[in-house]
């Protein structure tokens, strides 16, 4: 239920309604909106009856919310979510380029791939320090030693670090170093990771799990907004399909419900999506063309001998294209 205030409604009448609310045994979160005082209920048990609250002083509407996600939808807030990360503005006509090799493997390669994204036009660097990796006996990444690394690229470059998460033992570790905390896509579901992004004051990149609907995907991230934590950015990286022509499959069109559905920034990355490099300029250019808030693309300077994910790196003169593409479409946009 979402309980619409009238725009003269004073804030006695707004404290009597969220205590009303939490009367009912609910939890009341008011909504920030410019034009309009809403309040969400949360947690109850079965439908409510709008009548009750359209009887309250100072109420406009009750609207009854039929998804099952509510902090995340646009029903509850109709307005785009905008994140700040630095100087960086994430969503709602911004554009932003995340880029960066799959892992940090030493200082040399992070900050030589740093420096050619950010000449190009990347607004933020990633790479992994601790990496999900298939097997157990791939790089697992430099854990705490890479995001050491990362902020020296971060304080040479300026660039904020978007840096993996891979379970709730690393989390505090990541969260002190990273600017953006990213979820991998086999961790969409991890419950308690997801508890603990909720917590955290640093935004979230919440990947698409390999076989989530859109709504197990809104589902997690309601997960991180319940907790508090509203900075959130959903990163559509392609889900398993029958396809054998690339690792898997981009499901562009999600991207467009999604946006529909959720005020929160949606962004593409082509590479998990494609694994091939051949495929990730031109399904670059075919998300940009979609609308979405940003790309995050893996660059490595010598992909051939990348520790994890080399095939579906771009060369950064690939990068630096892209980049003008990229703008190109923008423009016609
Ligand atoms: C990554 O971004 O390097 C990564 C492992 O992504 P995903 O979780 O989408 O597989
Ligand atoms: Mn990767």
Known sequence: MLIVMKQQATPDQIDAVIADIERQGCTARPIPGGERVAIGVLHNKGAMAAAH????????????????????????QPSAT?????EVTIGDGHFSLI?????????????????????????????????????????????????????????????????????????????AYADVVQIGARNMQNYSLLRRAGRSKKPILLKRGLSATIEEWLMAAEYILEGGNTQVILCERGVRTFAHHSRNTLDLSAILVVVKESHLPVIVDPSHATGRRDQVIPMSRAAVAAGVHGLMVEVHNQPEQALSDGPQSLYPEQFDALCTQIQSIRAIL
Do not use: W
Not at 56 to 76: C, H, M, Q, W
Not at 139 to 166: D, H, M, N, S, Y
């Open 82 to 86: 905008r994140i700040q990360v630095g």
């Open 99 to 175: 880029a960066g090799p799959c892992a940090v493997e030493s200082e040399t390669q992070a900050m030589t791939i740093a420096r050619t994204v950010r000449q190009s036009g990347a607004n933020l660097f990633r790479a992994g320090a601790f990496k999900p990796r298939t097997s157990p006996y791939s790089f697992q990444g430099l854990k705490e030693e890479g995001l050491k690394i990362l902020v020296k690229v971060r304080e040479e470059t300026g660039l904020p670090i978007v840096t993996e998460a891979l379970d709730h033992e690393v989390f505090d570790v990541v969260e």
């Open 53 to 76: 609250f359209l009887a309250l002083p100072g109420v406009k509407d009750a609207i009854a919310v039929t998804k099952p996600y509510k902090l995340v939808s646009r029903e509850f």
